[in-house]
């Protein structure tokens, strides 16, 4: 897979982008991404390329793991990566996650049960991608 087959990076930001390449693989990642926010798609099919440390790759792919509609905490994000100390540095990983939404970050929470922190920096975005879950979740 080249860099051209996959996705390498998502941003959730309050305004539509416009595509400038409307290739296949483009094509498809914005009717995923329309129907994840109609409700209609739980589970993403793409293609996915991140460059990170070994640490951070272990910590996105467990964010995949997640499902839809569910939150843990950061601390279960690490025993699901396989280590038992190190909570920090997993919410550090998850603020640079590259594709937010389809690897999602967002669905990582305190053990308190509060939202804590986001890739995106803005926590009514993390609220509301919880909510519209949620809300979504047995449709």
Not at 100 to 121: M, N, T
């Given at each position: 897979?080249?860099l051209h087959?996959?996705?390498?990076?998502?941003?959730?930001?309050?305004?539509?982008?416009?595509?400038?390449?409307?290739?296949?693989?483009?094509?498809?990642?914005?009717?995923?991404?329309?129907?994840?926010?109609?409700?209609?798609?739980?589970?993403?099919?793409?293609?996915?390329?991140?460059?990170?440390?070994?640490?951070?790759?272990?910590?996105?792919?467990?964010?995949?793991?997640?499902?839809?509609?569910?939150t843990?905490?950061?601390q279960?994000?690490?025993?699901?990566?396989?280590?038992?100390?190190g909570?920090?540095?997993?919410?550090?990983?998850?603020?640079?996650?590259?594709?937010?939404?389809?690897?999602?970050?967002?669905?990582?929470?305190?053990?308190?049960?509060?939202?804590?922190?986001?890739?995106?920096?803005?926590y009514?975005?993390?609220?509301?991608?919880?909510?519209?879950?949620?809300?979504?979740?047995?449709?």
């Open positions: 897979m080249t087959d996959a996705v390498i990076a998502l941003q959730f930001c309050d305004e539509t982008p416009e595509m400038l390449i409307h290739d296949s693989l483009h094509l498809e990642a914005n009717r995923q991404i329309n129907d994840y926010f109609a409700g209609t798609l739980k589970t993403f099919s793409l293609p996915l390329h991140y460059a990170g440390t070994s640490f951070q790759e272990k910590a996105w792919h467990a964010l995949k793991t997640i499902p839809y509609g569910e843990i905490s950061y279960q994000q690490l025993l699901l990566m396989g280590y038992t100390k909570y920090q540095a997993v919410g550090q990983a998850n603020k640079k996650n590259p594709i937010q939404i389809i690897i999602p970050c967002h669905r990582v929470i305190l053990q308190s049960g509060e939202l804590g922190g986001y890739a995106g920096k803005d009514a975005k993390k609220k509301w991608l919880l909510a519209h879950e949620k809300a979504k979740k047995d449709i």
